[in-house]
């Protein structure tokens, strides 16, 4: 049995271990997984510890994602674009570090609502690492535009600013900037679902047959319920939540399990 964790701080309430199990369970694969909370300054001590053991790779979640970063001695393209790691696989000496939260939100948004995002106006809202998780994955399909809208303009404009595609247009505003633009699809990166705070974002800028996507589970967040107020389709990040997971049981299992069974047992749990 091979043996794979999520470390977090808080970590008790992570859905990882359940859709780890159940792809492996569906491809056969012979792992454990499960879920563990380092302490706040113990993070490279429990990746240590885990290594020793012969863990072959964990995820990584909140607040340890820069820190997995800064640890890996291999880093793969999406997780240099990201900054950050919310997966490491262990071979030998190596610690490898990728990123599969971009990968996870494309897919979900292309594969499973198939809405592909080519050529399409894009709002990315949120500057944080959430949306910096997801910025070059998004650029990667060739949406005709992408606006990226924070609270703090300067930080939308510090992210701008890391992106070198010059293919797609890239914006960055403040809310109040949002006045006369209608997008396709809009992706809320932000936290302020986590304190039910609204975004102050105009009403007027879901297209017909919009998508507002919120990478927050579990809950409908204000912007959801303010997203379908104004005829907008919505989507929660669960489905991110499973493909991004997936994409990590790829990378060290070389298996893509189905994601649709797992989302819907989740759905009804
Ligand atoms: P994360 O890793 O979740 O992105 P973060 O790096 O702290 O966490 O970023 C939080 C993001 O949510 C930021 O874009 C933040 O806006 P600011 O940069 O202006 O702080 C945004 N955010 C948090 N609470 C918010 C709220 N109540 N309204 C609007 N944006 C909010």
């Known amino acids: 049995t091979d043996k794979y964790a999520v470390l977090g701080n808080p970590i008790s309430h992570s859905k990882s271990p359940l859709i780890h199990r159940m792809f492996a369970e569906q491809t056969g694969q012979d792992i454990s997984y499960e879920a563990i909370e380092a302490p706040l300054d113990g993070f490279a001590a429990k990746i240590e510890e885990l290594r020793a053991k012969g863990y072959k790779g964990c995820n990584v979640t909140v607040p340890f994602k820069v820190e997995a970063f800064n640890l890996a001695n291999q880093l793969s393209q999406k997780s240099l674009e990201a900054e ?38 894009i709002l990315l809202i949120g500057a944080g690492g959430a949306a910096q998780g997801v910025l070059h994955p998004i650029l990667a399909t060739e949406p005709k535009q992408l606006v990226i809208s924070n609270r703090t303009p300067d930080k939308a404009l510090a992210l701008k600013k890391s992106v070198k595609n010059d293919v797609v247009s890239v914006e960055a505003v403040g809310f109040g900037e949002l006045d006369n633009a209608q997008f396709d699809v809009i992706i809320n990166a932000t936290s302020a679902g986590l304190t039910d705070s609204e975004i102050p974002i105009p009403s007027t800028i879901f297209a017909p047959g919009a998508l507002a996507y919120d990478m927050m589970y579990g809950r409908e967040t204000p912007f959801m319920a303010f997203a379908r107020q104004h005829g907008a389709r919505v989507a929660d990040g669960l489905g991110m939540l499973v493909e991004q997971a997936a994409e990590a049981f790829c990378l060290w299992r070389r298996v893509r399990p189905e994601t649709k069974p797992v989302r819907d047992r989740l759905r009804l749990s």
């Open 84 to 121: 950050a790691v919310n997966t490491l696989k262990f071979e030998g000496d190596a610690i490898i570090g990728d990123n599969t939260d971009g990968a996870g939100l494309v897919r979900d948004i292309e594969q499973n609502l198939g809405i592909p995002l080519k050529g399409k106006r």
